[in-house]
């Protein structure tokens, strides 16, 4: 089973931020909070991760509460083409491997 | 780099036949796998591989062969399709260890009729 909770829809005016939240409150100590995302039926493209430390790219920034419990991505200027399903993971760590568990994720409709 | 490819891009079996489905990635990545993704419902892994001659299961194995004889490809073998293989299906590929980015490539769709 997945290890996030996030809200299974949201919406976001072009141009405004939109700010997505997840759960991970049994997350472990090693454990990395992965974002991708899923443009209509396309396959999942990376977006960001991080470990304790808030991170930013040329796509997103991702905040991380201090106690790792919760996280947020951030798309600071939302566009049409950022209306997909959005996919927080906590990469599970078994010895080396890359596993990724995905859950429902949330679908982000951003609205001319 | 051409990525993650996968072929075929749509597939209509009949029930009981068999069939691969083709992976191939030029990043020379170690780590590879197979997701299967069913309407409304977020991505399942079925079988990875850390690197050739090595494979492992995944969370939904059944009905579904993997092998790694290379680093590029990574094949996925439904031995007898059953309609409850209908889906759609992935291939991933990343570096193996630390925290590196998975590469998706553009799916397989699935239908057994």
């Known amino acids: 089973d997945a290890k996030t909770t996030q809200p299974p829809s949201m919406d976001c005016a072009e141009g405004r931020a939109a700010n997505l939240p997840c759960n991970h409150s049994t997350i472990s100590g090693n454990e990395y909070v992965y974002w991708y995302r899923q443009i209509h039926s396309q396959g999942p493209q990376y977006i960001i991760h991080?470990?304790?430390n808030n991170e930013t790219n040329e796509m997103a920034s991702l905040i991380i509460t201090e106690d790792r419990k919760s996280s947020t991505l951030i798309l600071p200027h939302a566009t049409l083409r950022d209306t997909a399903v959005y996919y927080c993971?906590?990469?599970?760590?078994?010895?080396?491997?890359?596993?990724?568990?995905f859950g429902k994720g949330t679908k982000l409709t951003v609205n001319p | 780099n051409a990525g993650v490819t996968q072929t075929p891009k749509f597939q209509v079996l009949k029930t009981g036949q068999s069939m691969t489905l083709q992976c191939a990635q030029d990043m020379n990545h170690e780590y590879m796998s197979w997701y299967r993704q069913d309407p409304g419902m977020g991505l399942r892994l079925i079988h990875y591989?850390?690197?050739?001659?090595?494979?492992d299961q995944g969370e939904v194995p059944n009905g579904y062969n993997v092998s790694r004889s290379t680093t590029e490809d990574f094949p996925l073998r439904l031995l007898s399709a059953a309609p409850s293989q209908t889906s759609v299906y992935f291939c991933?590929?990343?570096?193996?260890?630390?925290?590196?980015?998975?590469?998706f490539g553009p799916g397989t769709r699935l239908t057994v009729t």
């Open positions: 993971i906590v990469r599970v760590d078994q010895g080396g491997s890359e596993k990724l568990v």
């Open positions: 991080g470990l304790k």
């Open positions: 991933a590929s990343s570096y193996a260890g630390g925290s590196y980015e998975q590469y």
């Open positions: 591989s850390v690197g050739a001659g090595i494979t």
